[in-house]
């Protein structure tokens, strides 16, 4: 199948990207070590896959059956009868306000990110794509929409309305208003962000009525950085922070 060799091909140039790509972000205030070791294992799983795929007769195939989303105790499943539609990696801001008081927590206010396919490499080599969000939080985007040194297609953004509402826009594989309906704190070890910042919750939200193409819930999971502090100390006004993630997309 086309996706399953632009997988393959993908893998093959992550692990020989050239250094004109975005700089990795190592911040002293955060977990240096722990930045690297991130991304350290990224490029292992990813070196030990293409290997695999070179030892192959043919390319591998994309079968979404087989892909298998991360989870937590006490995340319920997708509905019943709800079938697997697109998995992307979402890169950008977690975004936040403070009101000027010290002592106060900070708001949250939305979140902006772009969103790449991982859908087929989620079938085929999971592994591999849990551990994207966790090397994509310590590099930026560029101009180009690059995500790190990984060769990875834009599928679409996600953003929030002026009334709030998550939205997530993929295309022609539809739209997706949502509403959140369960949320729970990222597992203890989860990546943090590019100055330590921890990982936000795993979410599933579900669809409002204006969704396109039997779209119907999408699952945040895999979370790296996108945290607040704890307070408003030295904080005054909209704030971001860097996060990424894996998001699920099913539909009926």
Not at 31 to 48: C, E, M, R
Not at 144 to 164: C, D, E, I, K, Q
Request: charged share 15%; with cysteine; proline share 9%.
């Amino acid at each position: 199948m086309r996706f399953s060799i632009f997988v393959a091909s993908s893998l093959v140039a992550a692990a020989s990207a050239a250094p004109t790509w975005p700089d990795f972000q190592v911040n002293e205030l955060g977990d240096p070590l722990g930045a690297l070791n991130a991304v350290s294992q990224y490029f292992n799983l990813v070196a030990a896959k293409v290997s695999t795929v070179k030892a192959l007769s043919g390319p591998p195939r994309c079968d979404l059956s087989k892909a298998v989303m991360p989870t937590l105790p006490g995340m319920p499943p997708p509905a019943s009868g709800s079938k697997l539609r697109h998995v992307a990696v979402g890169r950008g801001t977690q975004n936040y306000t403070c009101d000027g008081s010290a002592d106060s927590k900070p708001k949250a206010v939305g979140a902006v990110a772009t969103l790449f396919n991982v859908t087929c490499m989620a079938a085929m080599y999971p592994d591999v794509t849990t551990k994207v969000p966790g090397m994509a939080v310590h590099f930026n985007l560029d101009a180009a929409n690059r995500l790190g040194p990984a060769m990875l297609p834009v599928s679409g953004h996600h953003y929030f309305t002026a009334a709030g509402v998550p939205f997530f826009d993929l295309g022609s594989e539809g739209q997706l208003p949502g509403a959140k309906n369960t949320s729970l704190s990222a597992p203890p070890g989860a990546a943090v962000g590019q100055k330590g910042e921890a990982a936000v919750a795993w979410l599933r939200l579900l669809a409002t009525k204006d969704a396109t193409n039997g779209l119907s819930e999408v699952f945040r999971v895999s979370t790296a950085g996108g945290s607040p502090p704890e307070t408003c100390k030295d904080l005054d006004g909209p704030f971001q922070v860097e996060y990424s993630a894996e998001y699920w997309f099913w539909s009926k």
